[in-house]
């Protein structure tokens, strides 16, 4: 095969682009919003649509691609901080995907390894051996242990097909999703605050920009300093916001105590609501999470714990009914979570690894279609890149 050969054609019906993800309240993007609407109706066919499978468009079938990937890199304009260290080069593979009839796929393998997913490099080996043809039978036996593989090559198949899916924009504080029945229509985005003071004057310019839900890092400098910003934060944050805690593990079993009982009585003073504490301990210190969430007003959510799909099973068969922060681009497989999903009914928040525009939208897509409550998705990450992403892959390919 060669992708010079083939013709690109509109696909009559396109699924991936049903589940598009589109934003809402971004005047740049009105003209094209608008435009895909009417294209979207144009090419819609329910009645296709209800035969089809909703779940496993590409990879239900025998299907084959051609396939290319680039290395990217791309600079934080400020090193993302954390308790884990500090982080100042976001680096992935972008994955490009050509079928017989011209239709391009998009996939983006962005892993955090010491989050819990592969390397960087074990994931361009696992590019490098591949054939340049590949088939869904190749991409439904990628090995569990190389979850942002997984996702990538998945999300690229699934998405073959839907060129006009691309309408993200970075910066917005609200998604709204294609008319789809089944997905949620709008996805409210949290704002991450970096560690430290700067979040002081960070969360305002976030609020102009229309975020609501703010993420602050917590756990990275010595605890009364911190308690010392949170208590400010919260004393200047308007009644309608809310503030999630993330402590990426950094927290001994009495700090995180500590926290919880200062979130619950500053909860009684200040109208902004503290939605949670995300990954007080550990991920080996589960046990000290579970208990932690039976005595304290503020919610707890597992995020390192969860990092991968093996990992969310194994944290809710030892019990955990609490919030679940799924990052998709480092869970692995999105049909096998949606498998999960349709047995186990669990409280997630939907977040970003970092990614391009191309898996952020692949991550969009799944959070529209399997967030149940109405919690912000953690997108809200634009502001610590020093140069704004292109928003369309064909730009992002051509400039890495
Ligand atoms: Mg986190």
């Given at each position: ?148 593989c997984q996702f990538g090559f998945e999300s690229a198949f699934d998405g073959m097909g839907s060129r006009e899916w691309w309408f993200d924009y970075f910066g917005c504080a609200q998604y709204k999703s294609a008319h789809q029945p089944g997905l949620r ?64 593990g950094g927290l001994s079993y009495e700090e995180a105590e500590l926290w919880l009982e200062t979130c619950g009585k500053i909860q009684g003073e200040v109208s902004a609501e503290i939605e949670f504490l995300e990954q007080p301990l550990p991920v ?117």
């Amino acid at each position: 095969m060669n992708a010079d050969k083939f013709v690109p054609q509109h696909s009559h019906f396109d699924l991936p682009r049903l589940r598009s993800v589109q934003v809402a309240q971004c005047p740049a993007l009105s003209t094209q919003h608008s435009a895909l609407s009417t294209h979207t109706s144009t090419y819609l066919d329910f009645a296709r649509y209800k035969s089809l499978s909703v779940k496993h468009s590409a990879l239900s079938t025998q299907h084959s691609a051609l396939f290319t990937f680039r290395p990217y890199q791309r600079k934080f304009a400020r090193p993302l901080t954390t308790h884990h260290g500090v982080w100042e080069m976001r680096e992935g593979i972008i994955l490009r995907l050509v079928d017989e009839a011209g239709n391009v796929g998009w996939g983006e393998i962005a892993p955090i390894s010491w989050f819990g997913s592969e390397t960087l490099d074990q994931a361009l080996n696992f590019c490098r051996q591949l054939p340049k043809e590949i088939t869904s039978e190749t991409i439904v036996s990628i090995p569990d242990d190389l979850p942002a593989c997984q996702f990538g090559f998945e999300s690229a198949f699934d998405g073959m097909g839907s060129r006009e899916w691309w309408f993200d924009y970075f910066g917005c504080a609200q998604y709204k999703s294609a008319h789809q029945p089944g997905l949620r229509e709008n996805l409210s985005c949290s704002g991450l605050l970096a560690a430290g003071e700067v979040a002081l004057q960070q969360w305002q310019t976030l609020w102009q920009q229309g975020y609501r839900t703010f993420k602050w890092k917590i756990g990275v400098d010595a605890i009364a300093k911190e308690l010392a910003i949170f208590d400010n934060l919260c004393r200047s944050l308007p009644a309608s916001a809310k503030l999630r805690l993330d402590a990426n593990g950094g927290l001994s079993y009495e700090e995180a105590e500590l926290w919880l009982e200062t979130c619950g009585k500053i909860q009684g003073e200040v109208s902004a609501e503290i939605e949670f504490l995300e990954q007080p301990l550990p991920v080996k210190d589960l046990a000290g999470m579970l208990e932690l969430s039976k005595f304290y007003r503020t919610a707890i959510a597992l995020d390192e714990s969860v990092a991968t799909l093996q990992q969310l099973i194994s944290c809710y068969q030892q019990g955990w009914r609490g919030i679940f922060v799924l990052k998709p681009g480092i869970i692995g497989s999105p049909s096998k979570l949606r498998q999960f999903y349709q047995q186990h009914e669990i409280d997630a928040v939907f977040s970003s690894v970092f990614e391009t525009v191309i898996g952020r939208q692949a991550a969009l897509n799944l959070a529209a279609e399997l967030s149940r409550k109405n919690r912000a998705v953690g997108f809200g990450v634009d502001h610590f890149f020093a140069q704004a992403a292109a928003t369309n892959p064909e730009s992002l390919w051509n400039n890495f």
